[in-house]
């Protein structure tokens, strides 16, 4: 009798297990995706984002070649880039002695507009959600921009709070990104 019991048991056990296996393997989280799967998907990468000692961030575009064409620095934090944050970066991807020589300053004064859903239930003669433009502050609108023999450098917000700076550099082999738009 113990035989039966301790084999009924043993039995009772091995199926709680089969049910627990067969039901972690329906929950079962999917497949990640790595880097070699996604550039099968895609092809190569456009661009490689890094994060400075400054904490700022580097979107880096390259020609096929490996030299760099274009960087996109963005701040991490809502502060914005100062000018002691930007010249770090600079001095790194655009040293002066790479740029060439410097041509022409320009201000860049613009007003970008955005529209936006009215807050209130107002609907128009359609019938549709009334549309109002606002400012856009996060948009790249205004700002300075310097262009040298070999890169231009774009600084859009203010003097020591720019929300985002372009680095651009002028080379044959880098026509080739002209055609993925920043």
Known sequence: MRCVVAL?????IVFLT????????????????NREAVQRFYGSPVSEVY??????????????????????????????ITDTQLGVVLDELAPKDARGEFKIGTFLNGTCLKLMKSESSALNLSGKSRL?????????????????????????????EYSSVWITF???ECQELDKVSH
């Open 18 to 33: 089969g049910v627990q296996s067969s039901s972690s393997k329906l929950g079962a989280p999917a497949t990640l995706q």
């Open 170 to 172: 002028h080379q044959p």
């Open 51 to 80: 994060r400075t000692s400054q904490d700022l961030t580097v979107t880096a575009s390259f020609a096929s070649s490996g030299n760099l064409c274009r960087a996109h620095i963005k701040s991490d934090t809502a502060a914005g």
């Open 8 to 12: 009924a048991i043993s039995a009772f």
């Open 132 to 160: 109002n433009l606002a400012v856009d502050p996060c948009a790249e609108c205004s700002g300075i921009s310097e262009d040298y023999e070999r890169v231009n450098i774009t600084k859009y917000g203010n003097t020591n």
